[in-house]
């Protein structure tokens, strides 16, 4: 049995204006019990302008929820117009940053060299990355979808020492199920899952590889989750659509009920 504890993240991407974001964190507030805290680690990563207020929300009340950003800039500080750094998001006290999402990797030609330099400085200012990995459909239908997530896992912890990498969170999102209500079977899920916890062993050890939290992301919803965190090497959700709804999302954070 897995000592590793879920984490349910939600990604809220570029939705919620400042007020409903604001809303959307006292209603998790007042939903919330110690019990589900408990069990489960529960995040959401707000647009950049709404961290300050949930770290005012969070901080003001002693919430138990962990937030952080979206994406970081791979540079400390200098003229990178419209670029955020780890330091300033570690002066929020944010606690995560995802990184080489798809739609970064998509919309933006993140590669694995950004992805591995926004890690490197994500660890320098104390910030946990949830690295997003995962196929698109053509490389699902190739059967390729193994050795593609695990080529990005490689190229993403290129030099990452061992003490890093054993706090990583690794979030398997197939680009396929992102969005389009197209939800991975659970078997599809552990099995890059379980290759990916495969991979961290070869790359560092059998003990890092089984500290480390594996994510599933992709049309993940109250309805499917159960059956999905029911795979041994998945270890929580990355949470897209259904974490813009409050209800849902606590739902989502009680799959065991
Ligand atoms: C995501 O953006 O990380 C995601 C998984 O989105 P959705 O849940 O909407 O598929």
New binding site residues.
């Given amino acids: 049995m897995s000592t590793r504890t879920p984490l349910m993240a939600g990604?809220w991407?570029m939705n919620l204006n400042h007020l409903e974001a604001i809303a959307h964190v006292q209603k998790l507030a007042f939903a919330l019990t110690d019990k589900d805290y408990d069990a489960v680690e529960v995040a959401v990563l707000p647009p950049y302008i709404d961290l300050r207020s949930v770290q005012t929300l969070v901080d003001g009340d002693k919430l138990k929820i962990k937030y952080g950003a979206q994406d970081l800039s791979a540079h400390d500080s200098g003229a990178y117009t419209g670029e955020i750094s780890g330091s300033m998001l570690a002066k929020l006290k944010c606690t995560f940053v995802a990184i080489g999402?798809s739609?970064r990797r998509q919309y933006h030609g993140e590669d694995e060299e950004l992805v591995n330099a926004k890690i490197k400085a994500a660890y320098k200012n104390g910030l946990t990355p949830i690295l997003?990995v995962g196929e698109g459909l053509d490389v699902r239908k190739a059967g390729q979808q193994v050795p593609h997530t695990l080529a990005q896992l490689d190229g993403a912890l290129r030099d990452i020492p061992a003490e890093q990498a054993e706090t990583i969170v690794v979030?398997y999102?197939p680009v396929w199920?992102?969005?389009?209500g197209e939800v991975a079977t659970p078997e599809d899920a552990q099995e890059v899952c379980g290759a990916i916890r495969g991979r961290l062993a070869e790359l560092y050890s059998q003990e890092l590889a089984e500290k480390v939290r594996i994510q599933y992301?992709?049309?993940?919803k109250s309805g499917n989750v159960a059956a999905i965190m029911a795979q041994p090497d998945v270890d929580g959700a990355?949470?897209?659509?259904?974490?813009l709804d409050a209800e849902e999302f606590v739902k989502i954070v009680r799959f065991r009920d």
């Fill in positions: 990604n991407k999402h739609e997003c979030a999102e199920a992102i969005g389009t992301g992709g049309s993940v990355l949470i897209g659509g259904a974490a």
